[in-house]
Nanobody
């Protein structure tokens, strides 16, 4: 069964940090690029970060550059999103998504065909 499972969300004060995990199972994870997206109530889904299958290429949305870092360990079938300097506007449900090609644009949700169920991140001011 193909699965992506996010974890690590929660409630944090502005300026705090969280580390999200995306655990994959049921497919050859090491061949898949992975991206993180987020969606706040009433807003469209927004691409946050991208990491290539090898981990050598990363891309970030301007809104999170310098604060968020994505990484992966293919031996553990896991991708992480380290979020530092969190702001109230980072509040959203965060999803990880995977694709076996090279999704272009990297942060376009339409390019990804495997999705997790999401994890809530809430940043209080």
């Amino acid at each position: 069964q193909v699965q992506l499972v996010e974890s690590g969300g929660g409630l944090v004060h502005a300026g705090g940090s969280l580390r999200l995990s995306c655990a994959a199972s049921g497919f050859s994870f090491n061949y898949y690029a992975v991206a993180w997206f987020r969606q706040a109530p009433g807003q469209e889904r927004e691409g946050v970060s991208y990491i290539s299958s090898s981990g050598r290429t990363t891309t970030y949305a301007d809104s999170v550059k310098g604060r968020f870092t994505t990484s992966r360990d293919n031996a553990k079938n896991t991708v992480w999103l380290q979020m530092n300097g969190l702001k109230p506007e980072d509040t959203a449900v965060y999803y990880c998504a995977a694709d076996s090609g090279i999704p272009l644009p990297h942060l376009s949700a339409q390019q990804y065909n495997k999705w997790g169920q999401g994890t809530q991140v809430t940043v209080s001011s």
